[in-house]
């Protein structure tokens, strides 16, 4: 099921989105795993068309908060207001409560606002004046953040980095693409017409069924073996958490289901690692100079790591 569902979510995404299939793909690894996705490229990629043509793909409500130096942790979260009518306080829900979630240029907001979705990101709900709503599901929240321009910018806590199971790059499109994009956007914007072609309750069961893939106790292994060895490697400072470690099981299951397997083999692992610990890794100031970057060393690790001749 979890293969016919999300070849139609990435036919139906692509009528927006031309190509990147691999880009769809993995974002429906995370939407399959109840992950969040930080991306992150230049602007004009199609970060924001691509968050809402997958909430319009699935029928779920999707809101965007612009986040700024000024936004209040209140904004996002929502707030518990005096009805001066009813002489009782009514809660007034924020954005952060919907089922997909765009945080725009995240990283553009003060930590004390970026950390508001930190218990909205792990746990799923959100408390106010000590009273606590659960969001609904599917929830997802997909972040943006722009590498280039990092003047007026606050870095994310690794707290909230390491709650991002993927970093994903859009990148730009190839010629024939860019030509396609232009005749496709010629006379309306195709996302006002994009129908819904899965529900919130296919996304459900679909992930419920991500959960029964297999993976043999060689392939859980290595997944640890590779997550280990990002601790032990004298370029890194800060390897990749135990939850790194299972946000890379979980994705390794998502991107067999959606290969049309039941189980999992260690090219999932490889292919999906880069994804899940590239952004969580702090390189030493030394390798830094060295020009090393998180890819190169988690290649590296990878291609280091003996691969399971049995599983």
């Known amino acids: 099921m979890i293969k016919q569902i999300t070849n139609r979510l990435v036919e139906n995404v692509q009528k927006v989105i031309v190509g990147k299939e691999d880009v769809i793909q993995r974002v429906l690894v995370a939407v399959l795993c109840e992950g969040h996705i930080l991306l992150e490229d230049v602007p004009g990629t199609g970060k924001t068309t691509l968050a809402r ?56 907001a003060t930590p004390r606002t970026q950390s508001a979705l930190l218990e909205a990101m792990q746990e799923r709900q959100v408390t106010i004046d000590g009273v606590t709503h659960i969001l609904p599901r599917p929830f997802l929240v997909m972040a943006t953040q722009n590498p280039i ?30 030509n396609q994009i232009l005749r496709r956007f010629r ?49 890194i400072q800060l390897g990749a958490s135990p939850r790194a470690t299972l946000s890379l099981f979980q994705a390794s299951q998502a991107w067999a289901a959606i290969q049309g397997r039941d189980y999992v083999l260690p090219d999932d ?43």
């Open 53 to 108: 043509a997958l909430a319009a793909s699935i029928g779920c409500t999707f809101r965007r908060i612009q986040f700024t130096p000024d936004l209040l942790p209140s904004d996002v979260t929502g707030l518990s207001w005096f009805n001066q009518k009813k002489q009782e306080f009514e809660f007034r829900p924020g954005p952060i409560i919907s089922q997909i979630v765009l945080a725009d240029e995240i990283n553009r």
């Open 149 to 178: 321009e990092l003047e007026g910018t606050f870095p994310l806590p690794e707290a909230q980095v390491d709650r991002f199971m993927l970093k994903i790059q859009i990148g730009y499109p190839s010629q024939a693409e860019e």
């Open 187 to 235: 006379a309306a914007d195709p996302l006002s017409e994009l129908q819904q072609v899965a529900t919130p309750e296919e996304i459900i069961a679909a992930q419920k069924e991500r959960q029964d893939i297999r993976v043999e106790e060689t392939i859980q292994d290595y997944i640890v073996r590779i997550g280990r060895a990002t601790r032990e490697n004298v370029d």
């Open 269 to 311: 692992v490889k292919s999906m690692a880069p994804h899940v610990f590239s952004h969580r890794l702090i390189i030493s100031p030394q390798a830094q100079l060295r020009g090393r970057n998180s890819l190169e060393l988690i290649e590296d690790i990878v291609s280091a790591v003996p691969v399971p001749v049995e599983f």
